[in-house]
């Protein structure tokens, strides 16, 4: 295929030339990673690079990087390797000869310490630079190893701080080592942000005032950031929240069920920090959920189904969409099988890899099940449908925005509709709340846990 880039594709491929660390806040759909490739083919044409590392989420990994390099005629000279699979598998492919060698981030750790710091190669792309925004996360600690033997650093992103502006520090010290934001997460906190704790310990951060304008000067000469609706006429994106009524008797059994649990809850974990609370937090909130879904999880893992409401509300979507495919996002494991039992008779698949995902743009999968941590990111999704179902939102608003975007991108055909299965009265409501909030995962548990324990215990 003959690649036409648009403007603002080539405003993107000379910011990498020209700048060799830099970050590319481009929106979903703005075609991150065909302007990279190319990019990256005339450094390489230019002698200005010679072995390119890419770290991607997994399933990105996988597929897209590969699949991209294959589809466009001029970059059909670019060999691209994927250092995946077995470690032996790596040592093979990273032992071959190849411009681009792609890896998962979960791989990252092991690469670095396999090359003891000091990495093989000239540039490297961080393929949602997001996945580092944790400076306490091993993976960064890795990365702050590596950066100082690349030459070029080249990050991506669509939505560089869904969380709010703290996490910028981590992906800033990615691209230019603390220059601008500063050498330290501590620092860069006390300049620029109130800080609020609870037993000393810090549960929030609110950017001081004029503050956001501040950081955003200082990052600006090596960002560049895009929004789709300035620069493509996508189809409109339609959310329904759909409300699911649980019987009378169903609904007595989740309102004696949460709280059981929350007192269970505060009892074993009440006097607990703030950091801690919340990840105890989650444990409560999932098991909540799953009873909204419809079954549960016992100690032995063992699962009980508790209702079947969700799973006709979603049968009756899948009805109406009159032979259209619908992709949809589960929360649980448990969820799958009662999904595809509900729907027998129609061409349910589980997405593993790129099987699926040929099958599903090829308009060979009717209801595609998937979980938003493996589809969020990078997947071209568009051609096999434009209908949308969370089973259960969760509350990760930036695996939310990111997961719809698989089907709310360039070449979409159709308006994109939504839907969002809430069970009535239950922690549903405050999960899809939460994702409309905008704050931090760890806060809305936090407020979430606060709401249900003033509900239950007065």
């Keep these: 295929m003959i690649y036409k880039p648009y403007e603002y594709q080539r405003i993107a491929m000379r910011w990498i030339i020209e700048k060799p660390h830099c970050g590319l806040f481009l929106d979903m759909g703005l075609g991150k990673t065909v302007s990279t490739l190319t990019a990256v083919q005339q450094l390489i044409d230019d002698c200005e ?74 540039a490297l792309v961080i393929d949602e630079l997001t996945s580092f925004k944790s400076s306490k996360s091993q993976r960064f600690k890795a990365m702050r ?33 603390g220059e601008r934001l500063g050498k330290s997460i501590s620092r860069y906190r006390e300049a620029y942000f109130e800080t609020h704790k609870w037993n000393n310990v810090i549960v929030r951060c609110d950017v001081k005032k004029g503050c956001d304008e501040i950081i955003r000067n200082k990052i600006a000469d090596i960002c560049l950031s895009m929004q789709a609706r300035d620069y493509l006429q996508l189809p409109a994106m339609i959310t ?5 009524e649980l019987s009378s008797r169903t609904m007595a059994a989740y309102t ?39 079954a549960i999880y016992d100690e032995d893992m063992q699962v009980h189904e508790v209702h079947g409401e969700k799973l006709d509300r979603l049968a009756e979507i899948v009805e109406a969409a009159n032979g259209s495919s619908v992709l949809v996002f589960y929360q649980y494991k448990h969820d799958i099988p009662r999904i595809m039992a509900r729907l027998k008779g129609y061409k349910v698949r589980t997405y593993k890899g790129p099987a699926e995902l040929d099958d599903w743009n090829a308009g060979k999968i009717d209801v595609l099940l998937t979980h938003p941590a493996s589809t969020a990111y990078g997947l071209n999704m568009q051609q096999g449908g434009h209908y949308i ?52 995962v760890q806060q809305n548990l936090l407020d979430s846990l606060n709401y249900l324990i003033r509900k239950h215990c007065g």
């Design 49 to 122: 690079i010679s072995r390119v590392l890419v770290v991607a989420p997994k399933k990105v990994a996988e597929t897209t990087w590969s699949t991209e390099a294959q589809k466009w005629d001029h970059l059909r000279g670019l060999k691209v390797v994927k250092v995946l699979g077995s470690e032996k598998q790596r040592c093979l492919t990273l032992n071959e000869k190849a411009d681009v060698y792609v890896t998962g981030r979960d791989n990252f750790v092991w690469l670095v310490g396999k090359y003891g710091g000091q990495l093989p190669f000239d």
């Design 145 to 177: 190893i590596a950066l100082p033997s690349v030459k070029r650093v080249i990050g991506l992103t669509g939505t560089p701080a869904p969380n709010g502006l703290i996490d910028l520090w981590a992906q800033m010290y990615c691209l230019d080592q």
């Design 240 to 244: 329904h929240q759909v409300e699911v």
């Design 256 to 294: 004696k069920f949460e709280k059981d649990k929350v007192l269970e809850f505060k009892a074993e974990h009440g006097d607990e920090p703030a950091n801690i609370l919340a990840n105890s937090a989650a444990g409560l909130m999932n098991k909540l959920s799953q009873f909204a879904n419809g």
């Design 389 to 440: 179902v969370w089973f259960g939102t969760g509350w990760n608003l930036e695996h939310y925005q990111q997961a719809n975007a698989r089907l709310h991108r360039q070449g979409q055909q159709y308006p994109v509709t939504v839907y969002k299965l809430v069970c009535k009265g239950t922690v549903d409501e405050r999960a899809s709340a939460a994702l409309e909030g905008k704050k931090g």
